[in-house]
């Protein structure tokens, strides 16, 4: 049968989206395997740092949580670091469509990403399952391997500077330690009185552990993401 020029178009798209797809994954698979060395790296020599400085019981660990996670606990806080397997373009209200970077090339704007969640650490000690966490900041990564990333206190590259730089060690250090920065200061407040003032006998005699009880850094209160 002979080739239709739609079935042509169609031939061509599988193998230009799909080649500049994979190219974006490999990136920022790269980029978030050297993400995890840096971690490690980090947390090794902050450890080191406040060695004698406080109590042995608070300290920084990094934990690899497989192929596409890593963890790193400061003190009270988990940092969740989770590379996502699929390819995303930006919605048309996304300041990155002013970028000329990406106006000079649309498929520059398909990128790659890694997100920060930012969670209290006895909610996986003691399995409080139900615990809530907060994506405090973003990576995204190209074709070409630039970057940009948006968050909470992330000013290393923002969306308006996309193009201007590939991710890098150094780029990786001050996106992590601006997340650090960030979960440190963002402190657990005590929810509303009218968010609690009412529990059931099932949530002191069927689960003991605590589960039951709902803990989250903004429980109750509106989660800020102005500055996203």
Known sequence: METTPLRAKILDTIIRKSTL?????????????????TLLEMAS?????????LDRRVRLEYRDRGKFEAQLQVANDILIFQMHTDVFEFDPSHAIWQNPYVKADRENSYCGVINIYNFLSDSFKFNRNADEGYLIGRIFINRERRYFAEGKQQTSLRAAQFGEAEIDRDALVAILEAAIDFSLDFDLLMPPYEENKR???DQFNTKMDNSKFITGKRL???????DI
């Open 199 to 201: 529990v059931t006998v």
């Open 220 to 226: 109750g209160y509106e989660f800020d993401i102005k």
């Open 21 to 37: 797809k994979q190219k974006v994954f490999d990136n920022t698979f790269s980029a978030f395997n050297s993400l995890k060395e």
């Open 45 to 53: 020599e902050m450890d080191d740092e406040l060695d004698g400085k």
